[in-house]
Nanobody
Framework: QVQLVESGGGLVQAGGSLRLSCAPSGRTFSDYAMAWFRQAPGKERDIVAAISWSGDSTYYADSVKGRFTISRDNAKNTVYLQMNSLKPEDTAVYYC???????????????WGQGTQVTVSS
């Protein structure tokens, strides 16, 4: 069974940093675009960042530009989200997802992780 497994979430103070990791199991995702989405209580699941299969192309939501960095290591079959200068409004469950292309909309992603909680205290 193909599964994406996220790790690295937790509780951090505003201004702090966290690094999320996503390690697929069951198959390699080196030929897939990968993305991070987040969903806060009562809100829709929104894209945070996406990266092409080669890593040459990235996309960031305006709210995280300059603070978050998405990267991938295809040799390790792992995708990362480095989050710096965290704000309380970044609090959400963060999901890793995979698709054939780096889409912005969640509906186009075929594979999802179970999510990891990120909580930023003020």
């Amino acid at each position: 069974q193909v599964q994406l497994v996220e790790s690295g979430g937790g509780l951090v103070q505003a201004g702090g940093s966290l690094r999320l990791s996503c390690a697929p199991s069951g198959r390699t995702f080196s030929d897939y675009a990968m993305a991070w989405f987040r969903q806060a209580p009562g809100k829709e699941r929104d894209i945070v960042a996406a990266i092409s299969w080669s890593g040459d192309s990235t996309y960031y939501a305006d709210s995280v530009k300059g603070r978050f960095t998405i990267s991938r290591d295809n040799a390790k079959n792992t995708v990362y989200l480095q989050m710096n200068s965290l704000k309380p409004e970044d609090t959400a469950v963060y999901y890793c997802a995979a698709a054939g292309r780096a889409y912005i909309e969640a509906k186009y992603y075929n594979y999802w992780g179970q999510g990891t909680q990120v909580t930023v205290s003020s």
